[in-house]
């Protein structure tokens, strides 16, 4: 039932640490899901920086922020400000082409507190990737949930048992968040087999649980086989993110830039180089450079910040 096993790689962003997840040396992907980090847990101290990622640029992706703890503060150059909150998704379509940051609000920042949450990066198919950049906030109203039993279910994005939520995505996907009492039993959305998802995976974002007799723990995501129909037993409390779909066809990373061909990547750099990607209004007094390093087809594995070929 399982095809592979996947640790997420903990990185330290400068007093912040993240879990990388995709992508991985030998599964760049799970249907569009082409990046998938979990931020924290973190606990901020009064007068920490928080998360400060200052402005930089993307195409050919959509991101997706989701929260479980704490708050993030978003500005991007279409001109939008919007605070992300457990439970809420902002859904950025990058297109072809915008800039945004990421940041802890300074009253926020004054006052500390916990962060925890997980943030996506969903390849755009062929026929968007050079669609008009948009964003989109999306409220606990817009998401469709279920509880019952020890369980509860969110729907994040996509189409899953029967539920579609209000994100507005671009290709075949679900991303479903389960909060489970210890011993709760749940499945997946369907795959291949039975009319589903070919590609699907399960993130551990805290707690264990077991899948086909294997115990995974936090930080673990598992690669579920194509016609694969498990059942997922918590043995303790635990938070899993189900997510999957069809995949949009071969792309490269390089930095925050997400394309078909090698040709829209080098347009982006020399794009940003030039300063024709315009900064957010409310926060243009800094920007991450262009990294001076040739660019690869391969994804950049390593952390957003200090390293020059990580994205952000």
């Keep these: 039932m399982i095809e592979m096993v996947i640790d997420a790689r903990r990185k330290d962003l400068g007093g912040f ?8 040396h030998s ?28 402005p930089h640029p993307h195409i050919g992706l959509s991101t997706l922020s989701y929260l479980f703890e704490g708050e993030i503060l978003h500005h991007d150059n279409l001109g939008y400000t919007q605070v992300i909150r457990p439970g809420e998704v902002n859904w950025m379509t990058a297109g072809k082409g915008i800039v945004h940051s990421e940041r802890t609000d300074p009253l926020r920042r004054s006052q500390g507190g916990a962060l925890h949450g997980m943030q996506a990066w969903i390849a755009l198919p062929d026929e968007a990737e050079d669609t008009d950049p948009s964003f989109d906030h999306h409220g606990e109203t817009d998401l469709p949930a279920y509880e019952n039993g020890g369980l509860f279910a969110r729907l994040v994005a996509g189409e899953a048992y029967g ?11 679900f991303y479903v968040h389960w909060e489970m009492q210890e011993g709760v039993r749940t499945t997946p959305p369907p795959g291949r087999g039975s009319g589903g998802m070919s590609e699907r995976a399960l993130y551990v974002a805290d707690g264990t649980i077991e899948v086909a007799g294997r115990e995974f723990h936090a930080g673990q995501m598992i690669v579920l086989e194509p016609h694969a129909e498990p059942t997922v037993k918590s043995l303790t409390r635990a938070t899993v993110m189900a997510l999957g779909g069809e995949p949009v066809g071969e792309r490269l990373i390089w930095w925050n830039f997400v ?12 794009d940003w180089q030039a300063g024709r990607m315009t900064l957010p209004t409310e926060d243009d007094l800094e920007f991450i450079p262009l990294p001076d390093v040739p660019s690869t087809p391969e994804p950049a594995p390593a952390p957003v910040e200090p390293k020059p070929t990580d994205p952000v």
Excluded: W, Y
């Design 17 to 24: 640490e993240v879990g990388r997840v995709l992508p991985f």
């Design 27 to 54: 599964r760049r992907t799970v249907g569009p899901f082409i990046f998938l980090d979990q931020m924290g847990p973190a606990e901020f101290a009064p007068g920490a920086d928080g998360i400060n990622v200052r």
């Design 163 to 173: 539920a579609k939520a209000a994100v507005k995505t671009h290709s075949p996907l």
């Design 259 to 270: 394309a078909s061909s090698q040709a829209r990547i080098d347009d982006a750099k020399a």
